[in-house]
């Protein structure tokens, strides 16, 4: 686990004494989103290229457990202002390389940043305050707090956070208030605004999806980390959680996703990047990432006979995690 | 009400001859062992003792001593001699309500002490009161004994530390085995403990005595009962309370609480019928030791060490090589996985129990056998116990075996460089450190988020 | 059987001083538990320090009580720290362990004989009481006639208890309405979520562990006041558990819980012990000799107890008084 001993000041790093920026001007993703999807089209389709303006690199970046190698990247890079999608079978260390570079994890060995900055012992909420922000495979949200405060919670900053400050209502309330509105249109956004009141625990699995992403765009990241946002989403959600990756791009905000149902990768990913039993063995636009045999080599192994048997085994594998899913939130 | 002063007589002597090789029969000739101190069992108050030479290791009993007491008024209401085992009583005339929070004053006559001895303070004043039992020291000053090297004290605090850690690793594999495939952490775990030391209690006390050709087996029979019976109660804890608890998908912080009422529970009950005194069982109480080179050993030791090793041996090799052992270490990594594998989760869990509470009652009744026991003694070494899972890593079998080695004999090779009052307080910061320089434990694994 | 006995015992136990005590130590704990999630098994070892240290800064330097006071206050931070460091970013049963364990180092250590001399050994410490007598402003026994009274050194304790007893609540109510006080709820419920929106875990639960601490060194100071001495068996490990019994029965995560919990806890715990008290007293007691001795009789409140702690963790893990869908502990 990360170190986290730095201070005992739990205070955001931005915090300002005067008024808050309004939700719309705050920060500034100075990204033109078309001119950087163009500028994938020059790049090299081979593991581990050089991106025009990457937002995130790694370098040999190890991690092992006991004996097995859990994850070996050579090298990777994400570019900014896109959808990057990250596949791979199950076990291939999609998670793990996440729990990376998010400082949920730390590797025996290697170097990554974001934004130019090195991230090498930087504790998890650090990075999560440098605007780089995930959300998890089993959806993590706070089952004994309501929609509401569980948006709240999101923002990042918040004055009344302060140990002292906390016992002062004063001190706080406006910044609250502006934290509150700025949740309620989120929340409206992701189609929530009906269980503003309700506790987080009694929603659904695709409401909590939503809200685990709505929450985690509080913080105002510049780079959101989606572990599996379509695991034990009904279909009909599907499409809506699309349309919040895709105007996540249109915000000039990157995107990083690991996922299993291929058609959302299709669907909305610029680019697609292949892990298998640790390493990066593919990348390139969807189309042909998902025509390269090595990428069906790394899900099937070398037997394998028409795309359709892919496509059937990723329907399982998301059959399968969604079940988990469902029976891991009716035990919360 | 039983209110009990005891005034514990720490004499240095010379000159004694150290036992040689003496017979369980005939050894009373030589110098004995000092005595544990036998409560009476009426409503007086009294002052009890014993003398012991504690340079030498074990403590040698000093007969033939004269004690007395007085009153604040400097009045002698009492006097006593030592028995051949070190031990004295002197009952303090009136009911225990008159004598409480007054003082006395204890005093050796020291003419009857063996000649080469001279302790700084011959009395001391202890004031009566109804918590607590009451140890009054009388150390000696430097009569230029010989003391033992360290090396000879620290093979001889082996001996003590080797018995301490197979009874705390039956106890702590025990614990480490439920909470590995229930998550429980179970503080109710001292009581199974208990448990083993009252089943061969109760064995000691039935009327008439077992034999198998003349030589009289009761205790061992109390032993394998205390196993026996330990692991029914065990069942039964898992049938009348776990299961159902599991069945209902109680969380582990709610199943955590429940065992601390539990453990309550039962020590109350424990308590309201065997009493609150400290008891032996009526064999090998005294028992001459046998010398080997410097270091002194008896008999019982031995067999507590041999007995344990054999158990923890044949426990071990149950879980690493048989398809039960297996199944049961799968659970502990997985339960989902083993269930979904076709393992029967609840039956590991069951037999788990079963086992588990066995081997906590079998290391009661052995702690009963070498140290005496009372209604709380599993609850004494319960963060002992802890100490040793922690600090082998939750939940993993080695682990537990060797976290209760490094906690048993630093408990006693401690005592070296520190005065024994201390000795838990430096195994419990040993705890402490191991965690900061490595959290998961000596054996245990890092864990993955997310 | 003598019931308006039992009535008058049990209504001076319930509002008396001790039921003071074990009120701020579960207030306390509702700080580390109830609201964090943090299980903190060694309240008596915050309570001990904080008694000791009031009452030897009198007897061993001849200083003031409040001076006492202000060094057990910086005593309990200390020891928080202590405890925190090597534990907070261990899984929540390696904390509960651990202050179990340090809770028992602190009373052996106390305790020892090797300290006597100082610390007065098994016996404990007096001889502190009387500046705090001095400025009692009761002469007179207090209370209501027939039903229920004190005498006026227990009710000048009662007086000082229930007044730091309403201020802990109103300081308890003011941190838990605040953003502070939701950033702990959240640790509660998935503290890698909270870590993943940028807030210092670590930072959070060492000042929860403090602030929880801190009313534990009240607890203390009380315990001390109460008996006009401190001794070790003040402070046994079944003290934290009881304080964990108050807790629940009033509900945790509750800011009264621990008030109504208090009061209820040592109402039915004085009945239960002057009714079996009562059973076997005199000649020819109610219950026979042979089946219940006096000796006997004082066990069956623990008895209970200890019954009672399993039955409301399994059917009212939520409190008597508390919501089961905003339950604060997982009892699912």
Known sequence: MPDEKGTLDSGGTEMTLGPVRPASARRGFDVDVEASRRALADVDRTPGVAKPDPILTADNVVRSFGGLTAVDVDHLEVQRGVITALIGPNGAGKTTLFNLLTGFDRPDSGAWSFNGRSLNRVPAYKVARMGMVRTFQLTKVLSKLTVIENMRVGATGQRGERLLAAMLAPLWRSQEDDNTERADSLLERFLLDKKREDFAGSLSGGQRKLLEMARSLMTDPELVMLDEPMAGVNPALKQTLLGHVKSLREEGRTVLFVEHDMDMVRDISDWVVVMAQGRIVAEGPPDAVMADPAVIDAYLGAHHDVELTFEAEEQIHAEAEAEIEQEAQTND | ?450 | MDFNDLLTGSLQQALGPTAVVYCLAAIGLNIHFGYTGLLNFGQAGFMMVAGYAMVTMSTIWGGSLWLGVLVGIVLTVILALLLGVPTLRLRADYLAIVTIAAAEIIRQVISAAKFSDKLGGQDGLTGFIKPFREVNPFSEPVGIDGLVRWGPNDFWVMTVGWSLVAVSCLVVWLLMRSPWGRVLKSIREDEDAVRSLGKNVYAYKMQSLIIGGLFGALAGFVVALRSATVGPSFFATDVTFFAYTVLLIGGAARVLGPVAGAVIFWFLITVLDLFFGQATAGANPIIPASIMNDTQASLMRLIFMGLGLMLLMVFRPQGLFGDRRELAIDAR
């Open chain 2, 1 to 450: 009400m039983r209110l009990i002063a005891l005034a514990l007589m720490m004499l240095a002597l010379l000159g004694l001859a150290p036992p040689a090789h003496a017979d369980v029969a005939t050894g009373q000739d030589a110098a004995t062992r000092c005595a544990l101190v036998k409560p009476t069992d009426d409503d007086t108050i009294s002052i009890l003792g014993r003398i012991c030479d504690r340079r030498q290791r074990p403590p040698l009993a000093v007969p033939g001593v004269t004690v007395s007491v007085e009153d604040a008024d400097g009045n002698q209401i009492g006097e006593a001699t030592s028995a051949e085992d070190g031990t004295f009583v002197i009952d303090l005339p009136g009911t225990a309500i008159e004598h409480l929070g007054k003082s006395y004053t204890v005093t050796l006559d020291e003419s009857t002490l063996p000649e080469d001895t001279k302790p700084e303070i011959s009395s001391r004043t202890l004031t009566i009161n109804i918590d607590n039992d009451q140890t009054v020291l009388f150390p000696i000053g430097d009569a230029g004994p010989v003391k033992p090297g360290k090396f000879t004290e620290a093979m001889q605090l082996m001996v003590g530390g080797l018995v301490f850690s197979v009874v705390l690793a039956m106890a702590a594999l025990g614990l480490s085995m439920i909470f590995g495939t229930t998550g429980l952490t179970n503080f109710s775990h001292g009581e199974l403990v208990t448990f083993g030391a009252l089943v061969a209690f109760f064995i000691d006390r039935l009327p008439g005595r077992i034999e198998i050709g003349g030589a009289e087996i009761t205790v061992i029979v109390g032993v394998i009962a205390a196993f026996v019976v330990g692991g029914v109660f065990g069942w039964l804890n898992d049938a009348a309370l776990w299961r159902p608890l599991r069945s209902r998908g109680t969380g582990l912080v709610a199943m955590m609480i429940v065992s601390i009422g539990l453990s309550l529970f039962l020590r109350n009950i424990y308590q309201y019928f065997a009493g609150a005194q400290s008891r032996n069982y009526s064999q090998y109480g005294a028992v001459a030791p046998w010398q080997i080179g410097d270091i002194l050993l008896t008999p019982k030791e031995l067999v507590v060490i041999l007995l344990g090793l054999a158990v923890l041996v044949m426990t071990t090799s149950l879980l690493q090589f048989t398809r039960l052992g297996k199944a049961t270490r799968a659970v502990s990594d997985n339960p989902g996985l083993a269930s979904a594998t076709g393992i029967n989760v609840e039956r590991v869990i069951r037999i788990v129990w079963v086992g588990g509470a066995a081997l906590a009652g079998l290391a009661g009744a052995l702690l009963g056998v070498t140290q005496g026991f009372d209604f709380q003694i599993g609850f004494r070494i319960l963060l002992l116990t802890f100490a040793a899972v922690v600090l082998g890593g939750l939940g993993t079998i080695w682990g537990a075996i060797v976290g209760a080695f490094v906690i048993g004999l630093f408990t006693e090779l401690s005592t070296l460089f520190v005065d024994p009052e201390f000795k838990f307080v430096g195994a419990l910061l040993l705890l402490i450190v191991i965690l900061l320089i490595r959290p998961q434990g000596l054996l245990g694994r890092a864990q993955r988020i997310g």
